[in-house]
C-alpha cells in the first residue's frame, strides 16, 4: 500500500504542477502544455491535484472536457479504488 501511496502523491503533485504551469504559459503567451498531457495525468491517478490546480490558477475552469472531466475521471478512480479495497 505504500508504493501506492508515494505514487499518488507524486502524480498529483505533478497535476497541480502542470496546472499552474500551463496557466502561468498561457499568461506569457508561451508554448502551451497539451490538453492530452493534463487529462492523462488525471487519467493516471493525478485527478486531485489537477482539480487543485485547476480552481486555485483558475485555469481550465470554462472548458467542460476538464470541469466535469475530471471530477468523472476522480469519480470513477474512488470507484475503482473502493473496488480494489474489497477484493
Known sequence: MKPLLIYLLLINALGFLLMLADKYKAKKNLWRIPEATL?????????????????????????????????????????????????
Open 39 to 87: 487529462l492523462g495525468v488525471g487519467l493516471l491517478g493525478g485527478s486531485v491535484g489537477c482539480l487543485a490546480g485547476m480552481y486555485l490558477a483558475r485555469h481550465k475552469t470554462k472548458h467542460p472536457k476538464f470541469t466535469l472531466g475530471m471530477p468523472v475521471i476522480l469519480s470513477l478512480q474512488i470507484v475503482a479504488l473502493i473496488v480494489m479495497l474489497i477484493n
